[in-house]
């Protein structure tokens, strides 16, 4: 044991053979990082909310003209594939309730697909001591490209990643940059 973490320090001794080692581990050894959520159309019930059965999502390509409905039953968020939209093209959306004998007279504020930019930054910043702990993580950028303010939420299902700030408003034309941080505990050399 004592020798593995011997060869271990001496190893990473070298920072180059280290980095190496540590972008090998995260792209092969831990598959699953992945920060690509799927996004989600999300609301807040009308308050009081009694007789709510179900909301309808009204889906279109031109403000206010909507071509399909797709009922997702009493859910307040739904994925954007679950509603059949593909990526690349600006889609409309707007969310009516309903209840056992009518359907709302209003829709919801009317969104867009295309509001949001996620970018990647310059790559993985590793940083490092000698025998580690190992800490890495990615810079994300989201870009409001809309004229009214998002409010947006950042998760992951992984309790190794960080991610800081996990929400805010951002304002028309504003970007915020998210770090992903993978904790040290991950990317420890275990003897």
Do not use: C
């Not at 990082?33 to 159309?41: I, N, T, Y």
């Not at 009518?102 to 697909?113: A, H, K, M």
């Not at 949001?116 to 870009?143: A, D």
Request: charged share 15%.
């Amino acid at each position: 044991m004592l020798t593995v973490q011997m060869r271990m320090k001496k190893f990473i001794k070298a920072s180059f053979y280290g980095v190496f080692l540590l972008q090998f581990l995260l792209l092969f050894v831990f598959p699953t990082f992945s920060l690509a959520q799927e996004p989600k159309l999300t609301w807040d019930p009308p308050i009081p909310a009694t007789d709510i059965l179900g909301y309808r999502v009204y889906i279109g390509m031109s403000p206010g003209q909507y071509t399909r409905v797709v009922d997702v039953g009493n859910q307040t968020e739904v994925p954007l594939s679950a509603l059949d939209i593909p990526g690349g093209v600006t889609y409309y959306l707007a969310v009516k309730s309903y209840s056992a004998t009518q359907e709302s007279p209003g829709f919801s504020n009317e969104i867009n697909t295309d509001y949001l930019l996620v970018s990647t930054g310059n790559g993985t910043v590793i940083t490092e001591t000698q025998g580690g702990p190992f800490q890495s993580s990615l810079k994300f950028y989201l870009k409001n490209l809309g004229s009214r303010t998002l409010t947006w939420r950042a998760s992951t299902p992984d309790s190794w990643l960080s991610l800081s700030p996990a929400e805010g408003s951002l304002y028309a034309n504003e970007t915020v940059s998210i770090t992903a941080s993978i904790h040290s505990s991950a990317a420890s050399f275990l003897p």
